[in-house]
């Protein structure tokens, strides 16, 4: 089997197991499929508004990434990415980036 016709089998998989009755609710962020359990619904429209950039950068973050590592990851300055994470707390009306830490674990920490 190729790792084409694997992936492609995983993904089949995937599918199927999130068609089972009793799966988890899942919310669409950007190209990230959240469990909507997870995502708290005063922020829910605020953070279908944010850019590609903006999720990506707030998944690293999530991952407990620094500044510098995002930076480094998505070859930007790292005062672009402050920019960035500022720009989602701003528009998730969050009071700092403590604040904003904790909501992108919640959202993007791996749960196993």
């Known amino acids: 089997m190729t790792e084409d016709e694997r992936l492609a089998a995983i993904a089949e998989l995937l ?3 999130d068609a089972m009755p009793g799966a988890p609710e ?3 962020l950007g ?3 959240i469990e909507a359990a997870r995502v708290p ?3 829910r429209e605020a953070l279908l508004r944010l850019t590609p950039t903006e999720l990506t950068c707030i998944r ?3 991952w407990g990434r620094s500044n510098g590592d995002i930076a480094t990851l998505l070859l930007m300055a790292e005062n672009t990415v402050r920019v960035h994470l500022s720009n989602v707390a701003r528009k998730l009306e969050l009071d700092g980036m403590r ?7 919640l959202l993007f ?3 196993d």
Request: glycine residues 8%.
């Open 26 to 28: 899942r919310v669409a």
């Open 41 to 43: 619904k005063r922020h």
């Open 31 to 33: 190209e990230h499929m």
């Open 60 to 62: 690293f973050l999530g």
């Open 15 to 17: 599918r199927k197991a």
């Open 99 to 105: 604040e904003l830490a904790a909501l992108a674990g």
């Open 109 to 111: 920490y791996p749960s």
